[in-house]
């Protein structure tokens, strides 16, 4: 298992290397020359040029990249031009609420669509499998921000049950203690239960419009491939030897059909971490989706390479993780 | 030619009868696939025509109505600076049509070629789009068009470029499966027996034959490149106000939804919707139509 691990962490290094070129690439491109940019409007030639040799811009593109990879494992991501402090710090205090946020979307759509999913196979044909369809259809037609403002509109505005769609907190409480970042987490910690009470307040919306998104192709896949485990030889064997239908469908079926779920789940994190962005914009939510997006509004361009680095390395981390349950669950997988 | 009795321009006429009867038969078979068919003939005229029979100037700032909610005379009521979103909802559809439909064309013409060369060559090729793919993969597809158009610039153009980008490694992995099954197939060592250099066939066996699957790839992805788009203009890149365009007018009445003036946001968030929906039912509709064993 731990050979097989192994192997499979070696076959994730290309990847990585790949991410770290194509991040540098898009550092190099930046619309017009760099210098000139960092220079600002009022630089004269010599001072453009100075702040070229300062950059290293005057090097040839390998001996550039090799001070890039020489940056970045010292961790340093360069210099937010808008917050005034190094891209890294801003990340490491942001990416608490961006994974607070996607994995309470993430847990959300898979409590709901799986169970789904499976009732949709079992009936099939029933008004659960069109209920399926349709939320499987409607789901990825949804565009991520509206259904966020759609339900900002009827929750905080029409029936006023959720707070403000202003951030992590309410202006009336004070962040908990910071052990994990993340404030559900830390508020149980401090034993601060109305703190709690607040955050969860506030997560329940962002949290529910990316779960919304995140549903259909959960379901779709875990419908399809239940269909396929309830239609093999050994559910039939089991039903023939007369195991009740909760052993057949739980123990035998959906055992076997968690494995392409598994599998689609990294496709689905592509979408989330995407999605993401677009609901912390909705929401005010002080993560790095948003960080990017307000760096990139004011041309700010080393605050938004970083995020994009940051965001394919968490990316392929948790895809590894994934192909590693999957060697868990299943046995016969050959991981690597 | 003459024993055969049949000669082959009747055959091919034939097939051609047949599959548009198949073509009508799943159309009208499934209301789903009919409304879809119906929302696209409704796309594609506001598209090309839209401009020219809206009632109000799509740019046209009026103080004295802003904010009004819909009516007979502003069907989708007004935003703040008093400007019909009926109007410009209608208008923006050559816009958000434009953009997805070269960005898909795009795609399909990078992913294409490479994906068909990589399955009908194999070797190095094969490895370069392989890793390219993977490397394009290895990203969160929308957080890579965010910095393809950070580091392009803050253009429509680049918003396009961006979208074909990120779809890339579909295209690609479909049309090299494809073309990677004919490489050996009879009709490809006919055509190789008879003399047709590996170019030829290529351009003359290979493409005709998985340009079907392609097509369908093509429309099921256009949803895709619709809500993407949407998406970066949403966080306002690509497309800069006034400019009339889906995304934008949702992030421009996105701040007014706290004080209940919903109509500014969701008229132009449902057409988006409408649209998306509609390629993606049209999709699975087209195909049924071109490969009736995959049927869902």
């Known amino acids: 298992m731990l050979a097989q691990i192994a192997r499979r962490l070696a076959t994730a290094l290309p990847t990585l290397v790949g991410v770290v070129i194509v991040t540098f690439l898009l550092t190099r491109v930046l619309p017009g020359d760099t210098a000139v940019y960092f220079a600002g409007p009022a630089a004269t030639p010599q001072a453009i040029e100075e702040i070229r040799v300062k950059l290293g811009l005057d090097k040839p593109l390998p001996a550039q990249f090799v001070d890039y990879v020489k940056n970045l494992a010292a961790g340093n991501l360069g210099e937010s031009l808008s917050t005034g402090q190094t891209v890294l710090s801003d990340i490491r205090v942001r990416l608490p609420a961006s994974a607070e946020l996607t994995l309470s979307g993430l847990l959300l759509a898979i409590v709901i669509a799986v169970p789904l999913g499976i009732l949709a196979a079992v009936r099939q044909g029933s008004w659960i499998d069109h209920t399926c369809r349709i939320v499987a259809t409607a789901g990825v037609s949804l565009p991520v921000f509206f259904s966020g403002l759609l339900l900002v509109y009827v929750f905080y505005y029409r029936l006023d049950w959720a707070p403000p769609p202003l951030g992590r ?49 959960i379901t779709r896949m875990t419908r399809a491939s239940m269909l396929a485990a309830l239609a093999s030889d050994f559910v039939r064997t089991a039903r023939a030897n007369g195991l009740s239908s909760y052993a057949v469908i739980v123990t035998y079926a959906f055992r076997n059909a968690m494995l392409p779920v598994v599998t689609t789940l990294g496709m689905v994190l592509s979408f989330l971490l995407g999605a993401n962005v677009l609901v912390e914009k909705v929401f005010a939510w002080p993560g790095i989706g948003s960080y990017a997006v307000d760096a990139l509004i004011k041309s700010d361009y080393a605050p938004v390479q970083g995020f994009v680095l940051v965001m394919a390395i968490l990316y392929v981390t948790l895809n590894f993780l994934i192909d590693v349950l999957y060697g868990i669950i299943d046995p016969r997988v050959r991981i690597g | 030619m003459t024993d055969t009795g049949i000669t082959p321009a009747p055959a091919a006429f034939h097939g051609l009868i047949a599959t548009l009867k198949h073509a009508r038969y799943t159309i009208t078979e499934n209301p789903v696939s009919g409304f879809a068919f119906g929302m696209f003939l409704l796309l594609t005229a506001c598209a090309i025509i839209g401009p020219s029979i809206v009632p109000h100037d799509p740019l046209a700032s009026d103080t004295a109505v802003a904010l009004h ?196 946001a969701f008229f132009p968030g449902a057409a988006l919707m409408l649209a998306v929906f509609c390629f993606n039912l049209l999709g699975d509709c087209l195909r049924d139509i071109v490969d009736p064993q995959r049927r869902s």
């Open chain 1, 169 to 217: 907190l309410g202006v009336f409480y004070s962040a908990p203690d910071t052990v994990t970042g993340f404030y559900l987490i830390d508020s149980l910690l401090a034993r601060d239960f109305e703190t709690f009470r607040a955050a969860l307040a506030q997560l329940v919306l962002p949290a529910v419009t990316l779960a919304i998104f995140a549903l259909a192709p």
């Open chain 2, 69 to 264: 909610p819909p009516s007979l005379h502003h069907l989708f009521g007004t935003d703040q600076i008093g400007r019909d979103i009926f109007s410009r909802v209608i208008v923006a559809t050559r816009l958000d049509m434009w953009i997805a439909v070269s960005s898909v064309a795009l795609v399909f013409a990078m992913g294409g070629i490479a994906g068909i060369a990589a399955g009908f060559f194999g070797g190095w090729i094969d490895q370069v789009v392989g890793r390219v793919a993977d490397t394009i993969m290895a990203f969160p597809l929308f957080v890579l068009a965010m910095g393809i158009v950070a580091a392009l610039g803050n253009t429509v153009t680049n918003i396009i470029i961006a979208t074909a980008i990120i779809n890339f490694p579909l295209y690609a992995r479909v049309a090299r499966a494809e073309a990677n099954i004919r490489r050996d197939a009879g009709y490809v060592q006919a055509a190789r027996l008879t003399g047709n250099g590996e170019l030829r066939i290529l351009l003359t066996q290979i493409l005709p034959n998985i340009m079907p699957i392609m097509m369908v790839q093509m429309s099921l992805t256009m949803g895709y490149a619709i809500l993407n788009a949407a998406g970066l203009s949403f966080i306002g890149l690509g497309v800069r106000p006034p400019t009339p365009e889906w995304g934008i007018m949702v992030a421009e009445g996105a701040g007014f939804i706290v004080s209940g003036d919903w109509w500014i």
